[in-house]
């Protein structure tokens, strides 16, 4: 498998690019970002690819669509077709997580080249800035740049140094920086595709090395914070408690038992403050988080009345007030069905099977999505495990998506053959 060892490669020696020694740790704008721009820009030539950076440090390899053939008398233009993922990571983090999506078709295309294939389209495979959401704990920098949904208020952002965004991105462009535009109009694209590993637990289950994303989940953040009375922990009887903590703990069972039983919906308390926080004292107040997902709204917003509902009848039995604040709502987005369906026609044809998934975690597509229709490839994790340096895609399901990227690109070149 030359090719898949070409990839391979290509990802062992990235995940060496790093901010900290010892371990990969690549951030927004950092000099690691702007060696691994350099590295991966070297590849995308190799495969005949022209290269620029953006002003918000994105890299982006462009291939144009083969010359219009004399027989040809079509006059449109031909579409562009977006492919690629974030090149920026977490903390300590494994070396697929982002990557995988800017090499597979990086690879793909030095692989079409060598077989003299020119597409009837243009390419562009962009390697994201940010989209971690580490230096400024907010994502998708690099794709909000990209599609021109930029803010003030993500300029006004500051990292841990107080350096804020825009002060990052004046410093990278030589003080040239302004929001940028859109870098396309939709009508100009045939689409965006990203191929990603799945951090999760499906694929390995049922023992496919990858599968197509029908929807991204919706997501609901809240921080709750439930207060009671503090107390002496042998002085005060229970009857004349009001233990903050209990409530939360009745409170984490039933969104539990309402999460197991909506078909789909995940829901998470991943965060517990309990005050005054002392073995002999009843715990007064609770700050905790709550994550609920889903990949169709309805279900999201029908699930969290019934949470709420919970909420308030816990508060008024055991005499607790609780303040809910919603910190990120994000609406699910559904991935293209066309699009897809040619994707699931080349998972079909090289794995056999293909299978249909919902991703749980937001992706670059989710803000491309605002810009081109969009499909998603997931590729099988050891046991789902992502954000760690453990993280593990094995050769063979990278052999497969480089073979269903290849497959995909030939797919839509014939869909497209007439209608440039
Ligand atoms: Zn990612």
Known sequence: MPLTDSLVQKLVVLGRVTDEPGKLTRTFLSPAMKRANALV??????????VRVD???????????????????????????????HLDTVRDAGKFDGPLGVLLPVVALAELKRRGIALPFHVEVIGFSEEEGVRFASAYLGSKGYCGKLTAADLA????????????????????????????????????????IEQGPVLEAEKLSVGVVSAIAGQSRFKLTWTGQAGHAGTTPMNLRRDALAGVAEFAVGVEAIARRTPGLVATIGSVIVSPGAANVIPGQVVHTLDVRHARDSVRRAALMQIGRLATRIADERRLTRRWQRTQENGAV????????????????????????????GHDAVVLSSLAPVALLFVRTRD?????????????????????????LERLAAENLDNR
């Open 41 to 50: 820009a070297a590849w995308m030539k190799d495969a005949g690819l022209k």
């Open 55 to 85: 002003s918000v440090g994105n890299l982006i390899g462009r291939l144009e669509a083969r010359q219009r053939s004399s027989l040809n008398t079509s006059h449109l233009e031909p579409k562009t077709l977006i492919l690629g993922s």
């Open 157 to 196: 952002m500051r990292d841990a140094e107080g350096i804020s965004v825009g002060d990052a991105l004046r410093k990278f462009t030589n003080g040239k920086f302004s929001l940028p535009e859109p870098a396309h109009k939709r009508s100009d694209l045939l689409g965006y595709v990203e191929a990603h």
């Open 334 to 361: 559904g991935c293209a069905p066309k699009l897809t369906a040619t994707l699931a026609r080349s998972v079909q044809a090289v794995q056999g099977k293909s299978i249909s998934l919902v991703s749980g975690a």
């Open 384 to 408: 789902g495990l992502s954000h760690h340096p453990d993280e593990f895609t094995s050769a063979r399901d990278l052999d497969v998506a480089l073979r269903v990227m290849i497959d995909f």
